[in-house]
C-alpha cells in the first residue's frame, strides 16, 4: 500500500505559480554528514518534521560531551590526589636545614 504523506497544516511545501515558485517558510534545507553512514546529506523538508531527527541528534552530541567532562572530571581528580600525596608526603619528612650562601 504507498503511502501519501500530507500537511498537517493544509499546505504544499512548493508550488509553481504564475512563472514563480511560492515555497512555505517553514521548507529547510539541511545540508551534512549522515551519522548513520557517512553519506553527503542534502535533502529539503518542512522544518517541522526535521525536528524529531535534529534532536535525536542534538541529544547524541550532548551525550558525547557529557562523557568528555565526566572523563575531564576524573583526570583532575586523580591529579589533585597526586598533588594532595606530595604534600603529604613532604610534611612527613623531616625539615632539612639550609645553609648560608655567602
Known sequence: ???????????????????????????VEIEGTSSNNGEEIKES????????????????KTIGINEA???AREENIKRQDMGLSL???SMNQPPTLLKDIN
Do not use: F, H, V
Open 69 to 71: 567532562i565526566c572523563s
Open 1 to 27: 500500500m504507498e503511502i501519501k504523506i500530507t500537511c498537517p497544516l493544509g499546505s504544499q511545501c512548493e508550488t509553481a505559480k504564475d512563472g514563480y515558485i511560492e515555497r512555505c517558510a517553514w521548507n
Open 87 to 89: 604534600q603529604i608526603q
Open 45 to 60: 523538508r518542512c522544518a517541522m518534521a526535521w525536528m524529531p531527527l535534529l534532536q535525536i541528534e542534538n541529544t547524541a
